[in-house]
């Protein structure tokens, strides 16, 4: 007796059976890159960015090459502005605790105060006890009129001559009244504005004598006195 086979037996014995492949979620396929440790930003449409400590070097972008960059007022303050919180924590992590605690004094003249710490670290018990330096030191090149920022001085500097040597390059009086003075700022972000009408009141005797006695100033108290000591 024959045995009749269905077609579709046959046809099922006679193809290979299909299997499909376990299906990979998309975010398996995704790997994640670690950010970067380097401070990093754009201006003017060419980004730049901060090597990690202790390197430090200050580098910019050219056909997508990093090669050394000038550090000009202008470029360190547009990386004060646009560097994120998040980045400036993960590269203070890599700090020593000395140099790291100097940094953190500040938030606007934090990128300033780094480059110092690296480049003169001589100067870091300086910045610490008078962080109102740190404004000044980043406006020197306006401040003393020259063409382009002198940052190789400052190590020079300061090694010749301390502190005083420092407040002397940038044109301030080289006495102990003008570290008391700078020291009685609360907020050592010092406004960029008042820069230069500070630096004239402390050539004036009875101007300096006033700003000494006047302990915890803030921005807006020192802008008052700015405009009634020019008075």
């Excluded at 140099?99 to 990128?111: C, D, H, P, Q, S």
């Excluded at 008078?130 to 190789?152: I, K, Y």
């Excluded at 008391?180 to 004598?209: C, G, H, K, M, Q």
Aim: hydrophobic residues 50%.
């Amino acid at each position: 007796m024959k045995t009749r086979i269905s077609r579709s037996k046959l046809i099922s014995t006679s193809r290979p059976v299909r299997t499909r492949a376990p299906r990979v979620s998309r975010t398996a396929l995704v790997v994640k890159m670690a950010p970067s440790m380097d401070l990093t930003w754009s201006y003017l449409g060419v980004l730049y960015r901060v090597t990690v400590w202790p390197e430090v070097e200050l580098e910019k972008q050219v056909d997508e090459r990093w090669v050394p960059a000038v550090a000009t007022e202008d470029v360190l303050a547009s990386g004060m502005v646009e560097i994120e919180a998040a980045a400036w924590k993960r590269y203070l992590e890599f700090m020593p605790s000395a140099e790291r605690a100097v940094v953190e004094k500040f938030r606007y003249g934090r990128l300033v105060a780094l480059l110092l710490v690296a480049r003169c670290p001589q100067l870091v018990a300086d910045i610490d006890e008078t962080p109102a330096l740190v404004a000044f030191l980043a406006a020197h090149a306006a401040l003393r009129g020259t063409s382009g920022p002198r940052w190789d001085e400052v190590a020079a500097v300061h090694g010749r001559g301390g502190v005083f040597g420092v407040l002397e390059w940038l044109g301030l009086p080289a006495a102990r009244e003008t570290l008391t003075i700078l020291r009685n700022l609360i907020d050592p972000d010092v406004p960029r504005r008042l820069l230069e009408p500070l630096r004239a009141l402390l050539w004036r005797p009875s101007a300096s004598l006033m700003l000494q006695r006047a302990q915890g100033m803030t921005d807006a108290q020192l802008a008052k006195y700015c405009c009634a000591l020019a008075a």
